[in-house]
């Protein structure tokens, strides 16, 4: 048997391989064979791994995390997997976990491990639409419930990135088994990068109002005003580069591969610039072109850029 999980979404793909594994571990607890490999094991090793029997073996689990980019062109070692019967076999499960979006257009071998009987599993960045429903299963696994608004605050202040989610459930759960806004703001503080691009994504859509208050949060956090315009100029120039993807009918996916940006700065990205026209960030970002260069010659502080960016000078 082969099980294949893939895609950009490493949480989702991680824990799937640990379910597997503790489910098969937890139903064969004496008789399971149990082998784990990575991108820098020998397909030798893989292939004897798979082919020794144990005589007090009931089943057997291989689990090949990343190792395919080294071996999807092996003709060798899929004619043998073939010859093997390996997807009919019952008493062997072979598990391919791969932290990136497998393409079988590409690749004949990858194709073929995609294909039926196999048992396929794609991660996928979670849409933001969904969170709030996952951060409730994922408070339940702590035997605890979180309201509405308060999933709504952790999604907008961690994005998409359900590592960090995870981390700040169960940090919440941990404290009070009601998670509230009110304690969830408590607990989990808005982090410098998604203050930027709330910030930027306030000028974008007009309201320097809104973009004032982030930059003064950040300041008055202790935020040095240098190191703020790095983060403006690098998030601002992701917002066009997006923008000007999204104008092509790019998709996620695609822009990940692209950009190799992470998954939670490329949803802002994607957010806020939807929402505002090319031309718009285009000026802005002349401007802080035009910025960075005087406060490199020191025709400019960092003070006086906020100042002029928020008037839209």
């Given at each position: 048997m082969i099980i294949v999980l893939h895609g950009i979404n490493t949480f989702v793909t991680k824990r799937k391989r640990d379910e597997i594994i503790a489910g098969y571990r937890a139903k064969h607890p004496q008789g399971l064979s149990f082998f784990m490999f990575d991108e820098d094991s020998d397909t030798q090793d893989i292939k004897t791994a798979i082919e020794t029997v144990s005589l007090f073996?009931?089943?057997?689990?291989?689990v090949c995390r990343n190792v395919l980019?080294?071996?999807a062109d092996d003709e060798g070692f899929f004619s043998w997997l073939k010859a093997r019967t390996i997807k009919e076999d019952g008493k062997t499960v072979v598990v391919f976990s791969e932290d990136r979006v497998l393409a079988e257009t590409k690749n004949k071998n990858i194709a073929w491990l995609l294909e039926k009987p196999s048992v396929v599993q794609k991660a996928d960045i979670m849409n933001a639409a969904r969170l709030p429903a996952w951060l409730a299963q994922e408070a339940a696994r702590h035997h605890a419930t979180i309201e509405h608004d308060a999933a709504l605050y952790l999604a907008d202040v961690c994005g998409d990135d359900l590592w960090r989610l995870s981390h700040e459930i169960e940090k919440c759960a941990s404290y009070d088994k009601k998670i509230t806004k009110a304690r969830a703001q408590l607990l989990v503080l808005m982090a410098e990068e998604g203050r930027v691009f709330d910030a930027l994504g306030a000028l974008a859509e007009g309201n320097t109002k809104k973009a004032a208050s982030h930059f003064f949060a950040l300041q008055k956090d202790g935020e040095d005003r240098a190191k703020m315009f790095g983060a403006v100029a690098f998030h601002f120039r992701s917002m066009v580069r997006v923008r000007a993807l999204l104008d092509l009918g790019w998709g996620k996916e695609q822009m990940h591969k692209e950009l190799g940006m992470?998954?939670?700065?490329?949803?802002?990205?994607?957010?806020y610039a939807r929402g505002a026209s090319m031309d718009t960030l285009a000026r802005t970002y002349r401007m802080i072109a035009r910025a960075d260069e005087a406060l490199k010659t020191g025709k400019m502080t960092a003070e006086e850029f906020f100042e002029r960016l928020l008037l839209g000078v």
């Open positions: 073996e009931e089943k057997k689990l291989v980019a080294g071996v992470h998954p939670f700065a490329l949803q802002k990205a994607m957010g």
